[in-house]
């Protein structure tokens, strides 16, 4: 049998065909110095590997090297490998004498099934449409040809805004306990950084799984105490709960150590037995819908995709915000996310896409920039993630691709699905002078400075009538031209 040889998001059982299988791990510092990498997330990556290796003892060979090249001088027999996950790494693989490349695993449908799927329809590939198709293939929350309660989507049911009295009133997600390994991990990256390597935000405990039986044990914690709470508080944000009712297993699934259909079966079970569909099929489409949807796009668009910019972005990230300075922010909802970017490594969907990315959209920075920011500074952060996430549908680079509207919005929307407007010392009804939000004042600034990109169908009209309307637009874009993109 050959040696699997297994990347470092490729840690769990479902990525040998047998359990005694031979393994190739490879350790490279040279990873750790090309880029400016969150702390936690090196911690996390590295943690992961050397659990894996000391799991996989004698069955595994485990080079610790400067870069992948050197290490694979060591390994004189031939060698398979399962589909990287970047183009640059699946180009490596392929361009390796005496090296097999397989299919990819990790995800809920191979990348064949998805160009199957895809290459049979006219039109715009929309999420929606695949994930019914994704639910049929693999017969999910089915009842015979029909999807499970009549519908296959219950998200108008979801998206309450946050209780008032701060709690949801479920448990938090369940913690990993460090180990010497960490101890070691840790002694390691503080001595890398004296020599020099950077990383950027701050150390902690590790709080995400770096073992499969540390990721089954969060997914079986959150099957129990969260999931039926999943998707009513899904839009959700609260300054005194990062986690609300978020599965927090996005790193454990990217780094490979769960697999994502054993997540979407043990959600159909609890369904089964007596979980509310609207949480479970939220969830479900989440994992198989979403995420095998930003997957197989990456694969499936062309490599260019990555470096659109349609919209003319131009301006680079600021210092603060590569640096995830949150005390230089006082616009509330900004730092808070910040902080929690800068302490964990990781803030839900909605602090994301409607805080961060709308930010970044409003003030015109690079969205190729952007993406390696998202990808550097979270821990489940992937370059496979991010053209989806960041460039398609943060950004709104490609014109539309995958959304049909871009995700921008003023402090009218950050008020109304979170906590942080009350005390913040700007307000989120005013777009000009001294209180003006800079999020409200930036959404008017966006639009009109892309009136004649974006999009005037039905989902935008209201907003760009409104434009159309506004006395003090010129007045708001200098404004917001003078902040530009210094800390708000
Ligand atoms: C700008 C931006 C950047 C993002 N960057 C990342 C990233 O680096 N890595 C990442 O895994 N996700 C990313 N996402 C998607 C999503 O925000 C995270 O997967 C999610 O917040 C992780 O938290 P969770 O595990 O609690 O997710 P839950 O809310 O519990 O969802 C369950 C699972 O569904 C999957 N999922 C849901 N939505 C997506 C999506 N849009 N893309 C991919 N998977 C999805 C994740 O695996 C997640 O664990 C990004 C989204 C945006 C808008
Ligand atoms: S007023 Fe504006 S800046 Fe302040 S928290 Fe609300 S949306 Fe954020």
Redesign the pocket.
Known sequence: MSRRWLFADQLGPHFLDERKQPVLLIESKAVFRRRVYHRQKAHLILSALRHRAAELGDQAIFLRGETYGQALKQVREPLEVCHPTSRRALEFVRNLDGVTVLPARGYVTSLADFADWADGRRGALRMEAFYRFAREHHGVLMDGREPVGGRWSFDTENREPPPKHGRIGIPTPSMPKEDDIDAEVRADLDRWAREGIRFAGRDGPRRFPATTTEASSRLRHFLRHRLAA?GRY?DAMLSTDP?LA??????S??LGLLD?LVAVRGAERAYRQGAPLAAVEG?VR??MG??DY??HTYWYFEKGWRDSNALGARSSLPDWWRDLDANSVDARCLQDVLTGVRDRG????IP??MV??NYALQRGWRPSELAEW??TR?V???EW??T???VG??QYADLGRMTTKPYVAGGAYINRVSDYCGGCRYDPRQRLGEDACPFTAGYWAFLAGNRGRIPANARMARALKQLARLGDLDAVVTQEGRRGSDPP
């Open positions: 999943f899904e986690w978020h599965s927090v297993l996005s790193s699934l990217n994502p969830f989440q994992v979403w995420r930003i997957w990781w803030v839900h969907h994301r896409l961060l990315g998202f990808h979270f489940d952060g992937y993630v991010m989806g996430n960041v549908m943060s």
